[in-house]
């Protein structure tokens, strides 16, 4: 019998971009589950200080922890904290993520750059960082937030696009390469989520649209993405290794 309000009690969530969003999210889905949790801001402080207050309470301790996914030195700086506090990361959930728009001629290079930087390079850091205690422990779980763009591609999104498609390489190759190890890592593909992310991307005449494009008939919710992710992250899930997971309300980019 799996008894989902406790299932992930005693172990440690660390949720990067936790602060706002899908993120965040996950966070209370975690909280909720039992597990404690390491809330993963880098600007939004305030939003994450807010969380942890939220989420006080009985179950799983929850800290907030400051670092930029992208930068190794800080994402290391970043686990010793999770660890002093809380203990060795056993479920490690890869969501900071960043946007751009644009034609690919109007995609300067530092666009291309930070998009690899925070959503490929910053998954890389925060797994490789996490996987020796997951080794020695025989245990863990790493589920990548990608995206449909990087299934399907988008048009005037290639660098986002490049971004999660090697991060879903990233993830299918991580499950083969740690699989042995009891380690399984996933990927989630969530179609348009109501968040800042997909706010500031699009118009009103944008979002009109594309919401008349959605078979679910409405906006996938960061709490639509939590459920996929909290069944990925299940002590139970053993044997689903190297998925992708679309939830997109069956609309496929
Ligand atoms: P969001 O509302 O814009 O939130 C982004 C989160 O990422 C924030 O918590 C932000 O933290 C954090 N972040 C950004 N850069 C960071 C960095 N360098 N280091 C650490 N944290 C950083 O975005 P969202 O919609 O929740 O997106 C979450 C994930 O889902 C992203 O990977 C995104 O690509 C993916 N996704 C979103 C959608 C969608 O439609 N919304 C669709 C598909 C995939 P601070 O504010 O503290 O800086």
Known sequence: MINSMDSLRGMVCLVTG??????????VAAKTAGADVAVNYFRSEKAAADLA???????????????DVSDSEQVDFMFNQVERRLGTVDLLVNNAGVAFKGLLTDTGDEDWARLIAVNLTGPFLCSRRALPSMVKKRFGRIVNIASMQGVCGA?????????????????????????????????????PVMTDMLLADLDEEEMAGLLSLLPAG????????????????????????????????????
């Open 18 to 27: 936790a602060s706002r969003g899908i993120g965040r999210a996950i966070a």
């Open 53 to 67: 207050a939220q989420l006080d309470g009985p179950g799983g301790r929850v800290i907030i922890v400051k670092a």
């Open 155 to 191: 048009s005037c999104e290639a660098a986002y696009a490049a971004s999660k498609g090697g991060l879903i390489a990233l993830s299918k190759s991580l499950a083969a390469e740690a699989g042995p190890s009891g380690i399984t890592v996933n990927a989630i593909a969530p179609g």
């Open 218 to 253: 409405r906006w996938g919710q960061p709490e639509d993405i939590a459920r996929a992710c909290l069944f990925f992250l299940s002590p139970h899930n053993s044997y689903i290794n190297g998925s992708v997971l679309a939830v997109d309300g069956g609309w496929k980019a």
